[in-house]
T-cell receptor, first 112, second 114 residues
Framework: GQSLEQPSEVTAVEGAIVQINCTYQ??????LSWYQQHDGGAPTFLSY??LDGLEETGRFSSFLSRSDSYGYLLLQELQMKDSASYFC?????????????WGLGTSLAVNP | KAGVTQTPRYLIKTRGQQVTLSCSPI?????VSWYQQTPGQGLQFLFE???????NKGNFPGRFSGRQFSNSRSEMNVSTLELGDSALYLC?????????????FGSGTRLTVV
């Protein structure tokens, strides 16, 4: 079937850099998005990659390689407030009617 | 501008009952999608609507249904509730139906089935 794989948990310290990977099992997906969700809050949109390469938004960057069905979210200069769950999402191939597919999320813990 | 509004925020229902949840998207947004979120299960996709048409449906039983109205407001209905339906139900809206627009989520409706 179609699924996204993300690490379930990542731990890092303040000021460090962390990379959260997202791999897609079936080729032909369209675009990759990242969302952040704090405990008790709603997911919020972070970034979108429609083409291969790196997109940078402040401390956060997102990368996509469509040929490898792989992407990642890079968080730099980590702050305590970055402790949250991070979800990747893609729109599946045409044969799936471009169904939205979400990863199970990566729980990031930033320690002092 | 107002965000995505979901009502009610909290709901307690008994097994076997049915429930209707409401979602008012951001003004001008035509795409609405629904998700079920439980601890450890991430965001489970329920449905996606665009201009009153269901574009996609997730792998949920037929007890879960939804619709979108001409003003883009959406409702989802769950019939014959089961204990396992207890979850946070999130609605998200977007200008279009492609990921590049980004989805704005509501705060969700927390449903407890007892």
């Amino acid at each position: 079937g179609q699924s996204l794989e993300q690490p379930s948990e990542v731990t890092a310290v303040e000021g460090a850099i962390v990379q959260i990977n997202c791999t897609y099992q079936t080729s032909g997906f369209y675009g990759l998005s990242w969302y952040q969700q704090h405990d008790g809050g709603a997911p919020t949109f972070l970034s979108y990659n429609g083409l291969d390469g790196l997109e940078e938004t402040g401390r956060f960057s997102s990368f996509l390689s469509r040929s490898d069905s792989y992407g990642y979210l890079l968080l730099q200069e980590l702050q305590m407030k970055d402790s949250a769950s991070y979800f990747c999402a893609v729109r599946g191939p045409r044969r799936s009617n471009r169904k939205l597919i979400w990863g199970l999320g990566t729980s990031l813990a930033v320690n002092p | 501008k107002a965000g995505v509004t979901q009502t009610p925020r909290y709901l307690i229902k008994t097994r076997g009952q049915q429930v209707t949840l409401s979602c008012s998207p951001i003004s001008g947004h035509r795409s609405v999608s629904w998700y079920q979120q439980t601890p450890g299960q991430g965001l489970q996709f329920l449905f996606e609507y665009f201009s009153e048409t269901q574009r996609n449906k997730g792998n949920f039983p037929g007890r879960f249904s939804g619709r979108q109205f001409s003003n883009s407001r959406s409702e989802m209905n769950v019939s014959t509730l089961e204990l396992g339906d207890s979850a946070l139900y999130l609605c998200a809206s977007s200008l279009g139906s492609t990921l590049n627009y980004g989805y704005t989520f509501g705060s969700g409706t927390r449903l407890t089935v007892v």
